[in-house]
């Protein structure tokens, strides 16, 4: 069938498109790499018509153009399902607010939102000969947003890489209100947060040590697990597997190094498994119409149901800081928002009902202020304010640059005892006083 002339009748400009735009509604910005571009600029220009215009989105890898005016707050509010640095910026000016999730469930919360989108507009790869918009690296939630929003316009991009393989990664046009065919710019990147320091190398050693042969990936953004990345990369590992929340640059390495062939996969065999990817243009390239990859909801890559199907499932992730109790936060500072909960729980959980898997807990023992102190992620307890990502409960492996520790099935004094031993040196008399202050430590350890 041909779609050309559907195609030509719902064709709109982006300035036409958010006119069915009101005050008080919601509007959905998608997510990711597929944040509009021209509807955002379109929307921005109708900012003195509007008043109390929820937006929602997450992970901006560029300033929204609704958001330049100094008094944006009084007319657009951004509710993000998790911040980004321009976001975070967002938050100080007094328009931005986090929601926090449990990433697996963010479909079903769309499905059954007593407060569902009055629009939708978000970047999508032109169609296709069958009359399908993909919604490139950003499968995530995407369908169910279409499904509940009242309008959809979907905003074409060529620069959109297409992302296929799995389920629920594309819109047809017969689902779609308006089309908007954009400016084509670049996909917005997000880098790994630089090169590895030594640190980022020695805590990625003591978990490249635990990984056995077959095992199948999931990886956090950062430093540490992209150490991790190349580490694997030049390793003589073989035979591994990929399911994983975000896709990022140093799976691209690694299969490139042939390390991944997803052989030993339980499920979705010789396939690598992934809810959205947000990297470099190297890795959108690698992600555009690659047979090997399976784009795939998180409802169904976050499902511990899902993770623990997967034997010898290794997990690594970042931290804030962690507390004598074994209690993760990864999402703030206090009470400064810094990320959000994303999959870390959902990967936490499953890796540990996976047959032969691990959850890695990685950071750096301290950390340095601006004004140069030299502070320990490991405290007594976290700061007031401070999000409890990973409960005490949930902890398998914390791994810093002095060590790795199992902290599963550990009494308060052995977990206590155990998190102290990979401290930084300058902080364990400090923290062992504190710990016999809390109750949590035997004068016969030391």
Not at 110 to 126: G, N
Not at 351 to 361: M, P, Q, R, T, V
Request: net charge negative; aromatic share 10%; proline share 4%.
């Amino acid at each position: 069938m041909d779609y050309t002339q559907e195609y030509k009748q719902k064709l709109v400009s982006a300035d036409e498109a958010v006119k069915v735009i009101k005050s008080g509604d919601w509007v959905d910005y998608g997510w990711c790499t597929g944040t509009p571009d021209a509807l955002d600029k379109a929307l921005a220009k109708r900012t003195d018509e509007l008043k109390d215009v929820n937006l929602r989105g997450g992970i901006l890898l560029k300033p929204l153009a609704v958001f330049e005016r100094e008094d944006a707050g009084e007319h657009f509010t951004w509710n993000s399902w998790h911040m980004s640095g321009i976001e975070r910026k967002y938050i100080n000016r007094g328009f931005s607010y986090y929601a926090p999730i449990r990433y697996s469930e963010l479909p079903r919360y769309y499905r059954d939102s007593a407060t569902p989108d009055d629009v939708a507009m978000f970047q999508v790869a032109p169609m296709d000969k069958h009359g399908y918009f993909n919604f490139g690296p950003n499968a995530s939630h995407m369908m169910a947003v279409c499904e509940t929003s009242k309008k959809v316009i979907v905003e074409v991009n060529k620069n959109m890489p297409r992302c296929l393989g799995g389920f629920e990664n594309s819109i047809h046009i017969s689902d779609v209100d308006f089309i908007v065919e954009g400016e084509n710019p670049a996909i917005g990147e997000l880098g790994g947060g630089g090169a590895a320091t030594e640190i980022d190398q020695a805590v990625a050693k003591l978990i490249v040590d635990e990984i056995p042969n077959g095992a199948c990936l999931q990886l956090g953004i950062g430093g540490m697990p992209n150490a991790v990345g190349s580490m694997i990369a030049e390793s003589d590992l073989k035979d591994l597997g990929v399911h994983t929340e975000m896709y990022v640059d140093a799976f691209v390495d690694i299969a490139r190094a042939g390390k991944i062939n997803g052989s030993k996969k339980n499920i979705d065999r010789f396939r690598q498994t992934y809810g959205f990817g947000a990297g470099t243009q190297k890795m959108y390239d690698y992600l555009d119409e690659n047979p090997e990859l399976m784009s795939a909801p998180v409802s169904y890559t976050n499902d511990i149901r899902s993770i623990s199907a997967l034997d010898n499932f290794i997990s690594i992730n970042n931290a804030v800081n962690v507390d004598l109790f074994g209690q993760v936060n990864a999402e703030s500072a206090g009470i400064k928002h810094i990320s959000g909960a994303g999959g870390q729980l959902d990967f936490v959980l499953g890796a540990y009902l996976s047959n032969g898997g691990k959850s890695f807990i990685c950071c750096s023992s301290t950390f340095t202020t601006r004004d140069g102190q030299l502070k320990s992620r490991i405290l007594p307890t976290l700061d007031p304010g401070s999000i409890v990502t990973d409960t005490r409960a949930n902890i398998h492996y914390l791994v810093t640059e002095y060590g790795k520790v199992n902290l599963k099935g550990l009494s308060t004094w052995q977990k206590c005892e155990a998190i102290i031993s990979v401290a930084h040196p300058d902080f364990r008399d400090e923290l062992i006083a504190d710990a016999e202050k809390m109750h949590i430590w035997r004068r016969s350890n030391k």
